[in-house]
């Protein structure tokens, strides 16, 4: 009992949170079940960024920058305590892998296959999650997200967690060391890393899991009238379940064509059943275009007039994953907002909030006539990186 307590204290409390990690800092492995939920506060050196995150799942808890008012705003979604990170509704702001969004059939092969068989000395399967069993969804039952990360440095503006998955958990072959890094910039900077290296052969693909909302579910709660622009002309074609077909889908003259700046909601009324039979909104992995000499411009933006927040995105991922809520809010599974987003009496609702994921073509290890190599291992390692900066638009 004085462990819980002792446990929400740090959750609650995050200055002195922040100051009690800092005695742990030192490539201090713990065994899983301990401290997930050790939060840490990190700034940005001039004040213009903050941002807390846990233990549990490497999660980022808030995210505040500055409005066009002056105000700081806290716009992820999240939890104010840790039963909700532990028995809550999942994927609220962690890492998610190893392999993330879905995989056919929780099935694949290496080399991976177009038609994977269901047994063979190279095939793999994972725990399914979703669907009645037809698919497993970020990595298994017990995912990163679920992981106890380690704190293996912090600075005033940066925390590095790693975590090392042994070979075989979910069913995935080799060992993975993961190390994440999130630093905070002036200029209301987030610039993040996620490095991870394999002992033998094994897919790999990780994003974070973050849910925004760019008024902090203020003015407004409704993502309808932000502003997206996306250069992406393609999109990967997905099933009923959201399991890629093996196809890709020209945006042209759809309601998946944010290659010119428009809101939202200006075309969501045509999209129906792009998250799924029976669903209307987006939940789909738009292809970035390969833009020769692209330099500064960002591969995504997407801002809010009420606010004024924009956010200005640099990845080395090819591809990215946008969510806008649709279905979290049914009428047994409310999330109860975080008390600065005036929770926990009112909830997060449907289409108040975009998850927004840089990542590889998902499921391409059932699809490589795509050509996108996702196997890892001993001589290739795994890297990725983002920029988001955030401003307030003119
Ligand atoms: C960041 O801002 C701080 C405080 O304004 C300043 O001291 C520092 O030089 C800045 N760093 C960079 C890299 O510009
Ligand atoms: C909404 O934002 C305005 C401007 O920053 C701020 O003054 C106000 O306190 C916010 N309201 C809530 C409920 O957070
Ligand atoms: C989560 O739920 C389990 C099972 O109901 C319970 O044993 C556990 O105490 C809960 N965890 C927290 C932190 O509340
Ligand atoms: C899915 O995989 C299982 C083995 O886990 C296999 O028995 C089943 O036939 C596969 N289903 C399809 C549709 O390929
Ligand atoms: C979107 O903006 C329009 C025009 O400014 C306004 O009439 C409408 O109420 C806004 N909708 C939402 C959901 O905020
Ligand atoms: C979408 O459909 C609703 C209900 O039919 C309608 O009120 C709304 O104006 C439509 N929105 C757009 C952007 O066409
Ligand atoms: C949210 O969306 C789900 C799925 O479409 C629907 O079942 C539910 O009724 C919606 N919730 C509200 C409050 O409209
Ligand atoms: C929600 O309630 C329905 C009907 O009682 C049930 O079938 C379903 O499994 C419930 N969903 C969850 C996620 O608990
Ligand atoms: C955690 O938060 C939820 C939602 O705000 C609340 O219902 C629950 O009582 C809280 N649990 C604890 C242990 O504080």
């Known amino acids: 009992m004085a462990r819980l307590l002792a446990i929400i ?33 990190i700034e940005g050196p001039d004040g213009s960024i903050r941002s807390r995150h846990l233990s549990l799942g490497a ?3 808030n995210m505040w920058v500055p409005d066009k008012y002056g105000q700081m705003r806290d716009l992820v979604a999240g939890y104010d305590n840790l039963t909700m990170y532990l028995n809550g509704t999942r994927y609220f702001g962690p890492v998610v892998g190893r392999y ?16 994977t068989p269901t047994s063979g000395p190279n095939v793999y399967h994972i725990p399914t999650n979703e669907n009645n ?23 005033s503006n940066s925390v590095t967690y790693s975590y090392v998955d042994p070979d075989g958990r979910e069913g995935f072959p080799g060992t993975v060391t993961t190390y994440v890094t ?28 973050d849910y ?6 203020n003015e407004s709660t409704s993502i309808m009238n932000y502003t997206l622009q996306l250069s992406g002309s393609r999109v990967i074609e997905t099933d009923g379940i ?13 309601a998946y064509d944010f290659r010119t700046a428009r809101t939202i909601g200006s075309m969501f009324n045509d999209t129906a059943g792009f998250c799924g039979t029976g669903c209307e909104g987006y939940d789909t992995c738009w292809i970035y275009d390969d833009v020769p000499g692209r330099g500064a411009e960002p591969k995504m933006s997407v801002w809010s007039g009420n606010s004024g927040i924009r956010l200005d995105i640099w990845s080395n991922q090819p591809a990215a994953q946008v969510y806008t809520c649709n279905g979290i809010q049914t009428a047994n599974v409310t999330m109860p907002r ?9 909830v997060y609702e449907n289409h108040s909030c975009m998850v927004i994921e840089q990542e590889g073509w998902i499921d391409a290890i059932n699809n490589p006539q795509w050509g996108q190599d996702q196997i890892y291992g001993p001589g290739r390692g795994y890297l990725w990186t983002s920029t988001y900066r955030f401003s307030i638009q003119q």
């Open 9 to 41: 204290v740090l959750l609650t409390a995050p200055i002195i949170c922040a100051a009690a990690s800092l005695t742990r800092v030192g490539l201090k492995r713990w065994s899983d079940d301990e401290h997930p939920f050790d939060t840490v506060t």
């Open 59 to 61: 999660t980022t808890i």
């Open 100 to 115: 993330a969004n879905r995989i056919k059939n929780g099935t694949f092969s290496i080399p991976p296959t177009r038609y």
């Open 133 to 155: 069993g037809a698919d497993t969804l970020h990595g298994g039952i017990d995912g990163f997200d679920h992981r106890t990360w380690v704190i293996d440095a912090q600075t």
């Open 182 to 209: 999130y630093t905070l910039h002036n200029g209301s900077t987030w610039s993040f890393k996620m490095s991870a290296s394999a002992d033998s052969a094994t897919p790999i693909l990780l994003s974070s899991h």
């Open 212 to 217: 925004w909302n760019f008024d902090a579910w």
């Open 242 to 254: 959201l399991v890629p077909t093996g196809g890709l889908q020209d945006v042209s003259g759809t």
């Open 338 to 346: 975080k008390a600065d987003q005036g929770g926990p009496g009112a």
